[in-house]
T-cell receptor, first 109, second 113 residues
Framework: DAKTTQPNSMESNEEEPVHLPCNHSTISGTDYIHWYRQLPSQGPEYVIHGLTSNVNNRMASLAIAEDRKSSTLILHRATLRDAAVYYCILCRNTDKLIFGTGTRLQVFP | DVKVTQSSRYLVKRTGEKVFLECVQDMDHENMFWYRQDPGLGLRLIYFSYDVKMKEKGDIPEGYSVSREKKERFSLILESASTNQTSMYLC????????????FGSGTRLTVV
């Protein structure tokens, strides 16, 4: 499985944009980039995924580098409820989800 | 909304006991998964199932077994609980094989004493 590298932790202030980076230099052509997040005392939840083009949904945006070796999850206006561990995961459509240790995002009022 | 329900939020068991962790989903998902989560190690896949009565080993199946007698229910069994199985256990289900379609339960925190 292709590996991802994420910072252990990041901080943000409320209502500011947050850019969560993910490096995946060994990504293959069939790997999708998935983001899940885990709020305190809950199981992970799906955030967004993409293959080559940038993606937007109600929760976040995903910016994918042209060479696909890195991506960035963008939270446009962080709220206290966005404090969570964010996981960047590579897998093909037929793969199981394999989680790394993610980035712990702290949001300050 | 899809719901994945884990029967217990907290569980305390003694070493050597047989432990059953139950997971039920209500959206007719074919696939179900059991993970454990430990500090510094992230989530690790224990077992998964793509159909009733079918099971596959994940990355860390040792010391565990599973049962899937009905589509909506996936049970994780610790045959003889040990202290190194103290962990947070998370169940998930998904429709089809798409990695973006996983729904997780809230977890069972198991302590083996």
């Amino acid at each position: 499985d292709a590996k991802t590298t994420q910072p252990n932790s990041m901080e943000s202030n409320e209502e500011e944009p947050v850019h969560l980076p993910c490096n995946h230099s060994t990504i293959s052509g069939t790997d999708y980039i998935h983001w899940y997040r885990q709020l305190p005392s809950q199981g992970p939840e799906y955030v967004i995924h993409g293959l080559t083009s940038n993606v937007n949904n109600r929760m976040a945006s995903l910016a994918i580098a042209e060479d696909r070796k890195s991506s960035t999850l963008i939270l446009h206006r962080a709220t206290l409820r966005d404090a969570a561990v964010y996981y960047c995961i590579l897998c093909r459509n037929t793969d199981k989800l394999i989680f790394g240790t993610g980035t712990r995002l702290q949001v300050f009022p | 909304d899809v719901k994945v329900t884990q029967s217990s939020r907290y569980l305390v068991k003694r070493t050597g006991e047989k432990v059953f962790l139950e997971c039920v989903q209500d959206m007719d998902h074919e696939n179900m998964f059991w993970y454990r989560q430990d500090p510094g190690l992230g989530l690790r896949l224990i077992y998964f199932s793509y159909d009733v009565k079918m099971k596959e080993k994940g990355d860390i199946p040792e010391g565990y077994s599973v049962s899937r007698e009905k589509k909506e229910r996936f049970s994780l069994i610790l045959e003889s609980a040990s202290t190194n199985q103290t962990s947070m256990y998370l169940c998930a289900s998904s429709l089809g094989a798409l990695p973006h379609g996983y729904t997780f339960g809230s977890g069972t925190r198991l302590t083996v004493v």
